[in-house]
């Protein structure tokens, strides 16, 4: 059964860091890893698609790693900024199947 | 506005009664996914539709929960008896096989249920 696991759960940085958002899961036979964002109360932002035959993938001051192999993904944010705080999920879709399985997400808090 | 849409955005209801909410896709995607989502948790997959078949159901969607995609277009959830444990965000979600390996999820705004 896969389980994705987000590691930190919370963090909280000064404005102007880069960080890490990692997401890791047990099974490695993925098709796709998508990573979201989500503010309190609302729905799921698509940040970053990463088909499983890639290995990252850019958007802005994001960019997003897939280790299939170690069954790891990280999101990179460059020069944070408080408009960039909001829990972060990752899920991942299996060979076969179309759903997604989600991690319990990373909230993250940039000060201003 | 072309994203997905659903209706309603908020529904508090009492515990027994039947609710029923409604998902409008992306127009041309013929993927529609159904997930539940409770405080602090991540999403967690209730069904999908390709086109009008509902192709997968998750355990979570116990006898009580029914959906339904006519004519491959909107889609409704339906809760009936409704329970205290059904309070939570219902999200939508659609995407389309552009290309092999794509099919990135697009998700609604979300209904907030609350069972009092």
């Known amino acids: 059964k896969q389980e994705v696991t987000q590691i930190p759960a919370a963090l909280s940085v000064p404005e102007g860091e880069n960080l890490v958002l990692n997401c890791s899961f047990t099974d490695s036979a993925i098709y796709n890893l998508q990573w979201f964002r989500q503010d309190p109360g609302k729905g799921l932002t698509s940040l970053l698609l990463?088909?499983?035959?890639?290995r990252e993938q850019t958007s802005g001051r994001l960019n997003a790693s897939l280790d299939k192999s170690s069954g790891r993904s990280t999101l990179y944010i460059a020069a944070s900024q408080p408009g960039d705080s909001a829990t972060y999920l990752c899920a991942v879709s299996a060979s076969g199947t179309y759903k997604y399985i989600f991690g319990t997400g990373t909230r993250l808090k940039v000060l201003a | 506005d072309t994203g997905v849409s659903q209706d309603p955005r908020h529904k508090i209801t009492k515990r027994g009664q039947n609710v029923t909410f409604r998902c409008d896709p992306i127009s041309e995607h013929n993927r529609l996914y159904w997930y539940r989502q409770t405080l602090g948790q991540g999403p967690e997959f209730l069904t999908y539709f390709q086109n009008e078949a509902q192709l997968e159901k998750s355990r979570l969607l116990s006898d009580r929960f029914s959906a339904e995609r006519p004519k491959g277009s909107f889609s409704t959830l339906e809760i009936q008896r409704t329970e205290q444990g059904d309070s939570a965000m219902y999200l939508c979600?659609?995407?389309?096989?552009?290309?092999?390996?794509?099919?990135?999820?697009?998700f609604g705004p979300g209904t907030r249920l609350t069972v009092t």
């Open positions: 979600a659609s995407s389309q096989n552009r290309e092999p390996g794509s099919y990135e999820q697009y």
């Open positions: 990463i088909q499983s035959s890639q």
